[in-house]
């Protein structure tokens, strides 16, 4: 590797503590309540899958899903992030996540900058196995974190059972144990008044 | 996987949560310099030693030295974060983490807390290539951080050159290139006076 292939990677490095204070509407449960950040959500889907890989219903490669999940959040860095059940919000989105790629990752030595595209860029087409899986994980974390804490962002946003049901649809075909159980959560969830039926 | 297989599975996804509210001595530059926890940080470490991996002196097995970071601080929810050059912090410190291992392992089911067991303690013994590239990298990062951030925490704490270049000894023989780069930088921070001589 050269000086200047170094130097690219410590600014992106150095880029990547900026994630640290883009928030999400999940809420910390040990700290009252606070946001979490996409860098810590990040570490958490990370272990997630790792800990569940074994529920697979097809073999996944666990190592390109775990730097997926690591690294599917750095766009939020330029696009920030947008509450998955505010349409408002997601509109636009898109366009801001690719053109936040194209700076960030472009911060990177070429070699380096077309493997993270493309692994950032799978996980968002949702084609693979491997990109099901991780996002299956992503949108599951919020799922436990939620029932883990009265609702959490669920009761404050008046959250409905379809919401989350469609939310969660990809765990059915990657991960039917995990499925079956999810559904059993959202159950209980609208049970104790924290989802509308 | 049984039911109660992910019962504890689940139990200790929930419990990671709590890594979120562990702070450490580094400061995060984008939020006006707050400390940063130890679940973003493990984040940020994992992310680094994926970007530098081509930097190794002897081939590693990079998903094992992601794991090993991903998981490295997770006793420090029992356990605390000691601040490294604080001696009165370390002290006492490993009988910590021993029970802390135990108890937050002890919560997933026998084959992955022997799994996960096992990569902790090889992090923690330093003998293997492995955990000595992931512990230069878990050592490196801070000394980013506070490059990026006007000494960072090495000024708040009036900490010295001697104790930094202790601090990343591994590089010199996993990273040789790192290690270089990285007395560069120790020196700079002399020179700006953010690290005693």
Redesign the interface.
């Given at each position: 590797?050269s000086a200047e292939n170094?130097k690219q990677?410590?600014e992106?490095?150095?880029e990547?503590?900026?994630?640290?204070?883009v928030y999400r509407q999940t809420m910390?449960?040990?700290?009252n309540s606070r946001q979490?950040?996409s860098?810590?959500h990040?570490?958490?889907i990370?272990?997630?899958a790792?800990?569940?890989v074994?529920?697979v219903s097809k073999p996944v490669d666990?190592?390109r899903v775990?730097?997926m999940l690591?690294?599917h959040d750095i766009v939020e860095i330029d696009a920030g992030d947008a509450f998955v059940f505010d349409a408002n919000q997601v509109a636009g989105q898109e366009d801001k996540e690719i053109k936040a790629a194209e700076r960030l990752f472009g911060l990177?030595p070429e070699c380096?900058r077309d493997y993270v595209m493309a692994l950032w860029q799978e996980f968002e087409a949702l084609e693979t196995h491997d990109a099901r899986f991780a996002k299956a994980m992503d949108c599951m974390?919020p799922l436990?974190?939620n029932m883990?804490n009265n609702g959490g962002s669920w009761s404050k946003h008046s959250i409905s059972r379809a919401q989350v049901l469609k939310r969660n649809q990809y765990l059915e075909s990657v991960a039917p144990?995990?499925h079956e159980?999810a559904l059993s959560q959202i159950d209980l969830a609208v049970e104790k008044g924290w989802l509308k039926p």
């Open positions: 590797m170094l990677q410590i992106f490095i150095n990547l503590d900026k994630l640290k204070s910390v449960k040990s700290e979490e950040n860098a810590e990040s570490w958490h990370a272990m997630m790792t800990l569940l074994d529920y666990i190592h775990t730097i690591l690294i990177l380096q974390l436990l974190q883990d144990e995990l159980y």
